[in-house]
C-alpha cells in the first residue's frame, strides 16, 4: 500500500495532548504527548511512546516513574512549550507551579488532571521506546474540557 494512504488513514487517528513529566531533584523534564493510552483496567495501566531520538528517554529510562499531565482545551501554550527540545543545562519546567508526586515526577499544577504512573515495562518498537506505567495516583486539579488533537495540535513528523 502506498505510503501517502498510510499516512491518510493513520491522521483521521484522534488522541488526547497531555505533557509527560519525569525526573526529581532539578533533572526534570517534560515532554508533550499524544500516543498515550490506557492498556489495563486491573491493575490500571496506561502506556506511552516516546521517540527513540527524544532527550526524554534519557530520564525515563533512569528514573522508575513518570507523571501524565492531562491538559485543559486552551492551555496550548503550554503544549507548545514541551513540544520543544531540550537545550543543554535548560529546565522546560522552570518557572512553573509543581509538586512532587509518589513516583518522583513532577505534577504540573496548571493542568486540568494527572496520572502518577511507576514504569512497569519497557518496550522498543520501530523508532519508538515504549513505557508502560502502572497507575499509583490520580487527582483533578482544575476545571475544564481536555485537550485532544482536535485542537490542532498532532504529533507529527519533522
Ligand atoms: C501535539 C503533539 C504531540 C506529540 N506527541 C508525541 C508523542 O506521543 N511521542 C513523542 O515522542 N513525541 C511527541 N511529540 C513531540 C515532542 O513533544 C517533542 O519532540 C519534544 O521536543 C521532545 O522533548 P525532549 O527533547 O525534551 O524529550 C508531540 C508534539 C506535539 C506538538
Given at each position: 500500500?502506498?505510503?501517502?494512504?498510510?499516512?491518510?488513514?493513520?491522521?483521521?487517528?484522534?488522541?488526547?495532548?497531555?505533557?509527560?513529566?519525569?525526573?526529581?531533584?532539578?533533572?526534570?523534564?517534560?515532554?508533550?504527548?499524544?500516543?498515550?493510552?490506557?492498556?489495563?483496567?486491573d491493575p490500571p495501566m496506561?502506556?506511552?511512546a516516546v521517540n527513540r531520538?527524544?532527550?526524554?528517554?534519557?530520564?525515563?529510562?533512569?528514573?522508575?516513574?513518570?507523571?501524565?499531565?492531562?491538559?485543559?482545551?486552551?492551555?496550548?501554550?503550554?503544549?507548545?512549550?514541551?513540544?520543544?527540545?531540550?537545550?543543554?543545562?535548560?529546565?522546560?519546567?522552570?518557572?512553573?507551579?509543581?509538586?512532587?508526586?509518589?513516583?518522583?515526577?513532577?505534577?504540573?499544577?496548571?493542568?486540568?488532571?494527572?496520572?502518577?504512573?511507576?514504569?512497569?515495562?519497557?518496550?522498543?518498537?520501530?523508532?519508538?521506546?515504549?513505557?508502560?506505567?502502572?497507575?499509583?495516583?490520580?487527582?483533578?486539579?482544575?476545571?475544564?474540557?481536555?485537550?485532544?488533537?482536535?485542537?490542532?495540535?498532532?504529533?507529527?513528523?519533522?
Amino acid at each position: 500500500m502506498a505510503d501517502d494512504k498510510i499516512k491518510e488513514v493513520l491522521g483521521k487517528l484522534q488522541y488526547n495532548v497531555a505533557v509527560v513529566t519525569v525526573g526529581t531533584g532539578g533533572a526534570e523534564n517534560g515532554l508533550t504527548i499524544s500516543w498515550l493510552s490506557q492498556v489495563s483496567f486491573d491493575p490500571p495501566m496506561v502506556l506511552i511512546a516516546v521517540n527513540r531520538n527524544h532527550y526524554s528517554n534519557l530520564h525515563l529510562e533512569g528514573v522508575g516513574g513518570f507523571v501524565v499531565n492531562l491538559l485543559r482545551d486552551d492551555q496550548k501554550e503550554l503544549a507548545g512549550r514541551f513540544a520543544r527540545q531540550s537545550m543543554e543545562g535548560e529546565s522546560k519546567l522552570e518557572g512553573l507551579g509543581t509538586q512532587e508526586s509518589e513516583s518522583g515526577a513532577p505534577i504540573l499544577k496548571d493542568a486540568l488532571a494527572y496520572l502518577d504512573c511507576e514504569v512497569a515495562e519497557t518496550a522498543e518498537t520501530g523508532d519508538h521506546n515504549l513505557f508502560i506505567g502502572k497507575v499509583i495516583g490520580a487527582g483533578v486539579l482544575n476545571e475544564g474540557a481536555v485537550m485532544t488533537s482536535a485542537s490542532g495540535l498532532r504529533y507529527g513528523k519533522s
